[in-house]
T-cell receptor
């Protein structure tokens, strides 16, 4: 158990819909990251937040957005869903420090299926 | 982050030592070498990190030659539960974190 929690575990929805994925980081970790893993694209970094502020951005679509709240939990919002958005979405958190960014603790993931 | 090259797959048997080599010819002075392990349908898990020479922890060893253009992850006496994908990552991150760029990884299959 990494200490990172994600809800829901599974999500089935239809094209065009909007969903929200939730992540609670490990106690004390200020950074939260979101990753997408699909069969054809592998593990892709989406976005990072540090203490409520966006810090790094990866291949995140404009239809996707994220935020980190004062209590440090984070939400990833996916809208106008397409079949290709079906994937595993992981949240990770990391401790502060030079090596912190490398030691990211991943949650169990949310499996999204768009029909 | 520096580009990495590692074998797509490897097979081994229980009890053997497994060495997975990663090439990173364009590694920069400030770059660290980090390995992650991922089981099916689970998030990746940090295994080990190093800068030069040798690093050992309770799970694995990491060997880095003087030129740092490659590195070898060594798993001693593997078991069936070590069957997973192993990712080599190279780069420099800042104190407040940063994005990890995962390649395709090495799929290790351990057989009885």
């Amino acid at each position: 158990d990494s200490g990172v929690t994600q809800t829901p575990k599974h999500l089935i929805t239809a094209t065009g819909q909007r969903v929200t994925l939730r992540c609670s980081p490990r106690s004390g970790d200020l950074s939260v990251y979101w990753y997408q893993q699909s069969l054809d694209q592998g593990l892709q970094f989406l976005i990072q937040y540090y203490n409520g502020e966006e810090r790094a951005k990866g291949n995140i679509l404009e239809r996707f957005s994220a935020q980190q709240f004062p209590d440090l939990h984070s939400e990833l919002n996916l809208s106008s869903l397409e079949l290709g958005d079906s994937a595993l979405y992981f949240c990770a958190s990391s401790p502060l420090g030079l090596a912190g960014g490398w030691t990211q603790y991943f949650g169990p993931g949310t499996r999204l299926l768009v029909l | 982050l520096a580009k990495t090259t590692q074998p797509i797959s490897m097979d081994s048997y229980e009890g053997q030592e497994v060495n997975i080599t990663c090439s990173h010819n364009n590694i920069a002075t400030n770059d660290y070498i980090t390995w992650y392990q991922q089981f099916p349908s689970q998030g990746p898990r940090f295994i080990i990190q190093g800068y030069k020479t040798k690093v050992t922890n309770e799970v694995a060893s990491l060997f880095i030659p003087a030129d740092r253009k490659s590195s070898t992850l060594s798993l001693p006496r593997v078991s069936l539960s070590d069957t997973a994908v192993y990712y080599c990552l190279v780069g420099a991150l800042y104190n407040q974190g940063g994005k990890l760029i995962f390649g395709q990884g090495t799929e290790l299959s351990v057989k009885p």
